[in-house]
């Protein structure tokens, strides 16, 4: 069965522009290479740590969607650890209950950056979602 | 005799009682709750100035939210978007 994954990865941001489009590129194209689709790519850009990992300070974060039965995952997990240029990475099952939160985020807070691919997302949803509220 | 004058009495009171109890819970759930675990500026309303989740019995928040602001933090504390412990303390 294909659940919907998100994936984060912290890249070390004293790096240059280009090592960090690389990382990303290989990323996204080992994605789509273990058989899975890319839904959407969220780059955020740098940010400041909150508290220093190894010497890095600034961080580039990128969130991926993805659609995978989950196979795939140990084999891309592993090949974040291999990446050194890869500080940290977070994947997560994207399921009803965090789309839900994610939507009520959409409407009463302010948007976050760049999250117009998004948007249509959390339209879709509406219609499946009871008017619970 | 004198019992069953007083049985009534007891049924009576208590659903008074409660309705005011369910009208208090009410007004507090009206406020809408919403976070995402990639927004540090949404998360750190829920965390004190040590960097320690907020309990529920003052966030407001219903047992599954809780749980999923208790995960989220987690999850950002991880990515460090959020920190463990606040520099001030360390």
């Known amino acids: 069965m294909k659940k919907l994954y998100e994936t984060t990865i912290v890249v070390d941001g004293g790096l240059d522009e280009s090592v960090i489009a690389a990382t990303v590129e290989k990323v996204t194209g080992l994605i789509t290479s273990l058989g899975c689709e890319v839904k959407t790519v969220l780059d955020v850009g740098r940010k400041n740590l909150a508290y220093p990992i190894g010497k890095a300070t600034i961080g580039y974060y990128v969130h991926i969607e993805f659609e995978s039965d989950g196979t795939a995952l140990k084999e891309l997990e592993r090949q974040y650890r291999l990446n050194e240029s890869i500080i940290r990475f977070l994947t997560i099952i994207l399921d009803k209950r965090l789309l839900e939160m994610r939507e009520r985020v959409l409407k009463y807070g302010a948007p976050p950056q760049t999250s117009e691919d998004n948007s249509s997302e959390g339209e879709e949803f509406v219609e499946e979602k009871k008017s619970s509220e | ?90």
């Open chain 2, 1 to 90: 005799m004198s019992f069953s004058k007083l049985k009534p009495k007891t049924t009576v009171s208590r659903p008074v009682q409660r309705v005011a109890q369910n009208a208090k819970k009410k007004q507090v759930r009206n406020q809408v709750v919403f976070f995402d675990y990639r927004d540090d500026r949404k998360l750190r309303r829920f965390i004190n100035e040590q960097g320690k989740i907020i309990p529920r019995r003052i966030t407001g928040l219903s047992a599954k939210e809780q749980r999923l602001l208790t995960k989220s933090i987690k999850w950002a504390r991880h990515l460090a978007i959020i920190p463990f412990v606040s520099n001030q303390i360390r």
